[in-house]
């Protein structure tokens, strides 16, 4: 079996890793300006895809140009989720030669595509070769899988992004299947998370302290996860919140597939507290003078409706803006985060509104990646998707790990 790594190697985002130049394990985009997308258009026989979330299957539709059909593996909640952020992705830059794919690409994903629950085998034809192939949750947001791929005489583990503890909205992986190789996200890997409930209360007392001293919180969120969590924590601390951008529809969408929620009786409780928000008639600048709590994409402040909300509430201190989830280099979010200032408009602008980040990531962090791997002492481990893959390999070599951090475009044998 060979490896190739077309994205996502010491880097976050863009992630795809090709198998035996037949079977390709997602096909994402990094979010920057312009958008990033893998170093090759290739043209496997199947693709297989961990999870829904841009970095991950947002080029996805792109493989389905001309003649080529891929068979598309995925589980029901991704499929649902790929095709939004398609559709999104459509929308921000569609007809220009910033988006790989059309409307009509994203519709073919209909014709391939084949949809699995977790933890029950399935055979991919690619190349030639029959791979066993089997998903298992990864505790990172519905849906999201380690994905395993066995040719009959290598058993390859991809680990997607992935969570070692539980959340509101999802529980955590437990799933250590045997594997010789392990391809191990590291997003974390110079992190301790704080105590999620800490990390809960600390949030719900800014979030309260700003509404009781009549200011305005804006939550920027991730659609895919972040939102809902967002949700949950609100509605468990008897919070009432509006809730605006994708993530409405991606809620409506998860709470489709209870089986792949923690709680999905709280998810409903949660849905019918919060006041989705239309954007129609200037609905989003009186939200902004509401004295309320608005959680809204995008989570990076790259698009979306919290630019109708920030250049509202930018200047009076008695407001916050809640970070909740990684700032990316270059990106808005890690400007606003780094600097106090954001461009609105075109036009770069101080922001005297509070700005405090909270940590709810959905990935594991360094004692959980490490917690992870020590399932796999005796196989070999390729770190990828993280800013500090080097390092974090040598630190697990020197831990007796066979470890090592695979660059950009290199092919590996495994």
Known sequence: MEVEFLGGAREVGRSAVLVDDALLIDYGLLTADPPQYPLRDPEPDAVVVSHGHLDHVGAVPALLKGDRRPTIHWTPPTAAIARVLARDTLKLHGNSPLCPFSEEHVARLGEVEERHTYAEPFVVEAGGTAYEVTLFNAGHIPGSAHVLVDDGNTRLLYTGDFH???QRLVSGTTDRPDADVV???STYADVTHEDRRVVEDRWVE??????WEGGTVVAPAFAIGRTQELM???EANDLTPYVDGMGVEVTRLVRRHPEFLRDPEALRRATGAARFVTGRDGQRKRIAGDNALIITTSGMLAGGPVHSYLPEI???PTNTVTLTGYQVE???GRELQERGRLAINGTVRP????VESFDFS????????????ESYRGSRVLVNHGDRCEAFAADLRGDGFDASAPELGERVEL
């Open 164 to 166: 070692t503890d539980d």
């Open 183 to 185: 391809i191990c996200e």
């Open 206 to 211: 800014r979030v309260r302290t700003t509404l």
């Open 232 to 234: 949950l924590v609100a």
């Open 314 to 316: 930018r200047s009076n």
């Open 330 to 332: 270059g990106t808005p």
């Open 351 to 354: 922001v005297s509104a509070r």
């Open 362 to 373: 959905a990935h594991a962090d360094r004692g959980g990646l490490e917690a992870f791997l």
